[in-house]
């Protein structure tokens, strides 16, 4: 079956520490996006990526980082520079930027401070 | 600059009530629309999309949308609501005439049907 796996489900930084998401899909799309999902706020793009070593900052993209070197894979970086990393990040992918064909999401995973 | 508003926080509806989640949204060209489904602790799913062509839109689940033009609304509608249809529901605009523009998400609407 076709999706998006994002792991770790759970994840808990220390102060100062990078931690890194991954988000890997196998449906042969070529763009790429995390969110950031916080209660009440909706979804905050934070970058995006239309082809393979190629990406760009969304809205909300300080304190954070992402490779995307090959097609399949896009991880993300959340570094000490993020001061309020707690939330709910969602990584999705569609067929292309600006199709009009939906884009497809991952589980999630839930990044904590310990 | 492209918005799209999901004017209230939560919708409560009996089981076997109609219900409608609302949407509105801004765009200056012609709007992708798209609505999406999320339960606890999970990703979003889609479940359905206006592009173009017939305003009333079906999808998946039961569910059903009507684009509205000049009202710039596209609310989501079931004309028989399931206990489990509970859970936070996203309405999101694109504006297609528009190069090199992200989608939009509203803040979500969380509907609880009671049995």
């Known amino acids: 079956d076709g999706g998006i796996t994002q792991s770790p489900k759970y994840l808990f930084r220390k102060e100062g520490q990078n931690v890194t998401l991954s988000c890997e899909q196998n449906?042969?799309?070529?763009?790429m996006y995390w969110y950031r999902q916080d209660p009440g706020q909706g979804l905050r793009l934070i970058y995006y990526?239309?082809?393979?070593?190629?990406?760009q900052k969304g809205d909300i993209a300080e304190g954070y980082s992402v490779s995307r070197e090959k097609k399949e894979s896009f991880p993300l970086t959340v570094t000490s520079a993020q001061k309020n990393p707690t939330a709910f990040y969602l990584c999705?992918?569609?067929?292309?930027?600006?199709?009009?064909?939906?884009?497809?999401f991952g589980d999630g995973t839930r990044l904590s401070i310990l | 600059a492209q918005s799209v508003a999901q004017p209230e926080d939560q919708v409560n509806v009996a089981e076997g009530n109609p219900l409608t989640v609302k949407c509105t949204y801004s765009v200056s060209g012609n709007p992708y629309l798209f609505w999406y489904v999320q339960y606890p602790n999970r990703g979003l799913q889609f479940l359905l999309k206006y592009i173009t062509g017939d305003n009333l839109v079906k999808g998946s689940y039961g569910f059903e949308a009507e684009f509205n033009k000049s009202q710039t609304s596209f609310h989501l509608k079931k004309p028989s609501a399931l206990v489990s249809d509970s859970a936070l529901y996203f309405c999101?605009?694109?504006?297609?005439?528009?190069?090199?523009?992200?989608?939009?998400f509203g803040k979500g609407t969380t509907l609880s049907v009671s049995s």
């Open positions: 449906l042969n799309h070529d763009a």
């Open positions: 999101a605009v694109r504006d297609g005439d528009q190069a090199g523009t992200a989608l939009i």
């Open positions: 990526s239309q082809i393979v070593n190629d990406f």
């Open positions: 999705a992918s569609s067929r292309g930027y600006e199709s009009n064909q939906p884009q497809h």
